[in-house]
């Protein structure tokens, strides 16, 4: 044993440097607790460590922790977020101003409109109750339950499946599919061509039960069975009801570019590690500046960032909802109004 000696720990309190920088480690909480073990065994200078020598230094680490971690720096984030906040405050004033003129326009354009008869009103009979059956919130809710339904026996499929339960699952298959394209045909015939593909959602539909029905071309040409591959593209039909999911994924979309930054976060090339030891003093310094602007700024502000997008594509749901609805209302007003003076 006469060739081992006792080591100083890598973090310590020897000096004020290494005290802050021990403190900064911990903060982070980046292995506090057997550092903490450490320090609570530590004796005095030039002697050996006894375990649990000095157990008051627990109140010291633990008040440390909860004080510094879950309060300072999440005092220090809050401020970060609101300093963002406020940077954009005229940022905003400015873009709503030019909502505000957005929105008369089109409140304007939709005046016109109101001014007209609804497209509907020169319907044939038939036409017009098949158009009611479209409006009614019961059709939405027949075709979400139907779509649920769908995932449900999607998910049904397993690797080496009884023979039954696989002509089941494909007949259903077939049903939705059939579903789904009658749906497509009374919407098409509801509204017409060219309002029918104005909205983005009906396109997506239209390409869902193509692609269902390219699935069945495909399973029955290569006379094997397949994933249906709507599988996927079945789930965003309830984006149409599920308006805070859209809020989500309108920030998701958003947010890629920043996603993106992400890649730069790799691991390390293990050549690396037969340069270290350069120049020691320089490395805290660096990680301890990289720490506070990447973590507790960018981070942050990457933070402050998607909570703004999702705040605004829900007040953009919102003062959608609340346009359509004024309209709506309007325009059943003057329909009313047209009819009764004809």
């Known amino acids: 044993m006469s060739d081992h000696r006792w080591k100083n720990q890598q973090y310590n309190f020897d000096n004020l440097g290494r005290a802050l920088l021990t403190l900064f480690v911990l903060a982070l909480k980046d292995g506090w607790i057997p550092r903490m073990y450490n320090d609570i065994d530590a004796v005095s200078v030039e002697m050996q460590p006894i375990k649990n020598y000095n157990e008051a230094t627990l109140i010291y680490f633990i008040s440390f922790i909860l004080i510094v971690r879950f309060f300072l720096l999440n005092m220090f984030a809050g401020i970060i977020i609101k300093s963002f906040h406020d940077c954009h405050a005229q940022q905003e004033l400015e873009e709503e101003a030019r909502n505000k003129v957005k929105r008369a326009k089109k409140i304007e354009r939709q005046q016109r409109l109101i001014r007209e008869l609804p497209y509907y009103t020169r319907f044939p009979l038939w036409r017009k109750c098949l158009h009611d059956v479209y409006v009614s919130k019961y059709f939405d809710l027949i075709i979400t339950a139907i779509i649920i339904l769908n995932v449900v ?28 394209l009658l749906e497509f045909i009374w919407k098409i015939v509801t509204l017409g061509p060219s309002r ?44 149409k009801i599920a308006t805070g999911v859209r809020a989500l994924l309108d920030t998701v979309v958003h947010s ?87």
């Open 153 to 180: 026996t999607m998910s049904l499929e397993y690797y080496s499946m009884p023979s039954d339960l696989y002509k089941f699952l494909e007949y259903c298959n077939y049903a939705f599919t059939v579903v789904f």
């Open 196 to 239: 029918y593909f104005k909205d983005k959602w009906n396109q997506l539909d239209l390409f869902i039960v193509l692609l269902s029905i390219a699935g069945i071309v495909i399973d029955k040409m290569l006379s094997r069975h397949i994933l249906p591959i709507n599988a996927i593209l079945i789930l965003f039909k309830l984006l």
């Open 256 to 342: 890629l570019p920043q996603i993106g930054n992400l890649d730069t976060l790799r691991q390390d090339d293990p050549s690396c590690a037969d340069k270290n030891h350069f120049i020691t003093i320089i490395s805290p310094i660096y990680f301890i500046v990289f720490i506070l602007v990447a973590q507790f700024v960018l981070i942050n502000i990457v933070v402050a960032v998607l909570m703004k997008k999702l705040a605004d594509s829900n007040k953009m749901i919102a003062d959608d909802a609340e346009m359509d609805e004024e309209i709506e209302r309007q325009l059943e007003s003057d329909v009313l109004v047209h009819l009764f003076w004809n």
